[in-house]
């Protein structure tokens, strides 16, 4: 048996997505800014794209622009707001200690070679960022506040609404990284006050290679790509016509069923996180619960077991999953979302993540709670870390 329980890494290309991106790779293969009525078409496909794409987030076409990835959305946003901030001495710039790779390591770069000065907030034990510590850390200098959606690892969703009236409160533009929210979550840009947001196609059954930046009318941050003259001069780059077109496509078919992923996803996560509970003791959820997590997010921790350990047994067992994010499954370092939430080391190391989606069915459950518990009893019964930790248990 075969289950896929990474969708947060990325999904399968949906077939109708594949269907509508078909004809640009051959008949349909003109350059969209050329002026004669073949390439007209591809003009056309790409404008339509970017209206299904703005529908969804109640924002303007003309709002949306098209990157190679939401990693470049992620940098545009930072870079290029920083670049035009510095000019007046707006040098400063907030986030949060939970953000993906893309965020983080942008930070890590304006601070050393731009001189930028980074505050990373800090998250309670379920992952939330306070509001009052975004308000505390709001200076006069500061460029621009980036807090993610909802988290990649732990599937916690921030309180994205009220961080974005704070900060257009306080004349501060706003943005999101919405890689993981925008396949599972409804988003309206105008009433959530976000300002600049970010995406990717292949986490909603898209294709991988193309993303997209929200850009709020009236911010101008400095181009991250030079060169020509696409999208309106501010993204160089011949576009990606069937990613976009797919893209748009993806987006538009996941309007129409996102109510309905979100009630099934949710019951099979928790009957995931409920039977994993019930079956294995001494595990430990990750993250927030309910609505305040991501429909799909299952994060554990088992005490006395190496997380990556346990994904060679499952993927032996035919089962594929993650122990976070998919960015950073090369690292031996412990995850520092899991670190940021205050979990010891050995707690961090031993984590698994499954995260759900369309193709998941119930049988699909019934086997991950089959196999996982005999899997990390095995794996405990030859550790000595969990024969320490049940002699500390001793007594209590």
Not at 51 to 71: C, H, K, M, R, Y
Not at 340 to 365: N, P, V, Y
């Amino acid at each position: 048996m075969f289950v896929y329980m990474d969708h947060t890494a990325t999904t399968p290309t949906s077939p109708e997505v594949l269907k509508a991106m078909m004809p640009y790779f051959g008949e349909n293969f003109g350059n969209p800014s050329s002026v004669y009525s073949f390439s007209r078409k591809s003009r056309v496909a790409i404008e339509r794209a970017r209206a299904q794409v703005a529908n969804a987030l109640n924002a303007d076409p003309a709002e949306i622009f098209f990157t190679s990835s939401g990693t470049e959305a992620d940098n545009w946003s930072l870079k290029g707001t920083f670049e035009k901030g510095k000019t007046s001495g707006k040098t400063h710039i907030i986030t949060s200690a939970i953000e993906h790779h893309a965020i983080l390591h942008t930070c890590e770069y304006l601070h050393k070679v731009e001189g930028a000065e980074i505050t990373y907030l800090p998250v309670d034990a379920e992952g939330f960022v306070s509001v009052d510590d975004v308000r505390n850390a709001i200076t006069d200098k500061t460029a621009l506040v980036s807090v993610m959606f909802a988290n990649n690892e732990v599937g916690t969703i921030e309180p994205v609404a009220e961080i974005g009236a704070l900060c257009r409160e306080k004349g501060v533009p706003f943005h999101t990284d919405a890689v993981q929210a925008a396949a599972h979550l409804k988003i309206d840009v105008k009433a959530m006050n976000i300002d600049m947001l970010s995406m990717s196609a292949h986490k909603m059954y898209g294709p991988k290679g193309v993303g997209a930046l929200y850009l709020r009318k009236g911010l101008r941050p400095e181009n991250f790509m030079h060169g020509g003259a696409q999208e309106k001069g501010r993204r160089a780059s011949t576009e990606n016509i069937a990613g976009i077109v797919g893209f748009g496509e993806a987006m538009e078919i996941l309007q129409g069923r996102l109510a309905d992923d979100l009630a099934v996803n949710s019951a099979r996560r928790d009957r995931l996180i409920a039977g994993i509970l019930e079956r294995i003791p001494h595990a430990k959820l990750n993250g927030a619960t309910g609505s305040h997590r991501l429909p799909n997010n299952v994060n554990f921790s088992f005490i006395g077991v190496e997380g990556e350990t346990l994904l060679l047994d499952l993927d032996m067992k035919g089962i594929s999953a993650s122990t976070g994010s998919a960015c950073s499954s090369e690292s031996l370092d412990p995850s520092h979302v899991l670190m940021a939430l205050g979990l010891k080391h050995e707690m961090a190391h031993g984590s698994l993540r499954f995260t759900l989606g369309r193709l998941t069915d119930d049988s699909q459950i019934d086997y991950v709670l089959d196999v996982l518990p005999e899997i990390v009893a095995r794996r405990r019964a030859m550790s000595p870390l969990w024969e320490d930790y049940m002699k500390s248990q001793e007594g209590k």
